[in-house]
């Protein structure tokens, strides 16, 4: 793995580290207050050709490997992880997904508007019955005529009531676990698909997060993406490239975490010096300088797997679980060096804390990434 950036790498980072400090992060405790990010974000996210990266061009995307998108993700990370998961799902998870399983129709009708901003995607894969263990997901798609019919309900639905299109899964034969489930692609004003916000999160409070309700929504037959029965294989591939967009957001945070308590040791003074002169506190701050380190190498080193063609989902896990845990921990470290001040709401740690604390929840917990990890390496499945 060669760790130094190429020209094109190094650009594009750079170009999204002037757009974080410039267009997000002084604006990210505001949007966290008023629980919404500006929706106008999202459409410069895409004009800059965040929206796009590492799909084909000929579909609206910027091309672009694996890397660049790492570090895009890290910088929009460091600023607000609320504008880092939009592109997380909506690129990550959707976008990449239709560019490597969708029909040419599909990939004409949902690649340019994603890659733009104009459409913003979602992924309905978790139920309110079946989280890490979504193979046994209830979302029934049934058979009429031509058409499907979709009945069911999903929940933590990241972009839920922002998204135009959501990649659902559903159980579309008599068969049990990942077998019997599709994946469709369905737009969000399809009639009896209803969307509620779930208010009163811990962090990511600018991001929209959903219930969605199915009732009778009916779709043609072309809203099937991949060969029935394959719904499974497309949400595992996703979120196999997912955990590397989440380690990298993780970065991004523990990042923010580093420059912040740098910046307060080296003001705040107690004792008749800046803290930054005592030692435990150096040790807080040393501590979180070594998960960015650690956390950014692993993170590279999936996108390095997948842009030379190598396995790369046990790496992914790898990250993904260091990098989550890392966060939270540079967040709590973070929080501690501002002392009684990292507990109000006007500087920036107890944001990162709360921010930070979903990563070891979503796209698989931190338990499960352990399982896929033990897996790995002695063959035996423990779920
Ligand atoms: P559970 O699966 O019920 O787990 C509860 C606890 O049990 C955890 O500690 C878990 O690690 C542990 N556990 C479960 N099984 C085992 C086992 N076999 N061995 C050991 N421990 C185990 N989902 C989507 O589909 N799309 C989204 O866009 C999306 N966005 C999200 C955004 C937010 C803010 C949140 C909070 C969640 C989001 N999710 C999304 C859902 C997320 O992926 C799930 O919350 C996650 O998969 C865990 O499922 P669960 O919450 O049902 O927990």
Known sequence: ??????????????????????????????????????????????????????????????????????????????????????????????????????SEEQKRRWLPPLCSGEAIGCFGLTEPGTGSDAARLTTRARRDGDDWVLDGAKTFITNGTWADVVLLFARSGSEEGHRGISAFLVPTDTPGLTRREIHGKLG?????????????????????????????????????KG???????????????LDAAVGYAGEREQFGKPIAGHQLVQELISDIAVDVAAARLLTWRVADHIERGLPFGTEASVAKLYAAEAAVRSANNALQVFGGYGYIDEFPAGKLLRDARVMTLYEGTSQIHKLLIGRAHTGVAAF
């Open 243 to 257: 955990r590397m967009s989440v380690a990298a957001g993780c970065v991004g945070i523990a990042q923010a975490c």
């Open 204 to 240: 990511l409070r600018g991001q929209p997060t959903a219930e969605l309700t199915l009732e009778d929504v009916r779709v043609p037959g072309s809203a099937l993406m991949a060969p029935e029965g394959k719904g499974f294989r497309v949400a595992m591939s996703a979120l196999a």
């Open 1 to 102: 793995m060669d760790l130094e950036l190429t020209p094109e790498q190094a650009a594009v980072r750079d170009l999204a580290r002037d757009f974080t400090d410039r267009e997000i992060a002084p604006y990210a405790a505001e949007w966290d207050r008023a629980e919404r990010i500006d929706r106008e974000v999202v459409r410069k996210l895409g004009s800059l050709g965040f929206l796009g990266l590492t799909v084909p061009e000929e579909y609206g995307g910027s091309g672009g490997d694996h890397l660049s998108y790492v570090l895009v993700t890290e910088e929009l990370g460091r600023g607000d992880s609320a504008v880092r998961g939009v592109l997380s799902v909506s690129l990550g998870l959707v976008a990449k997904s239709v560019a490597a399983w969708g």
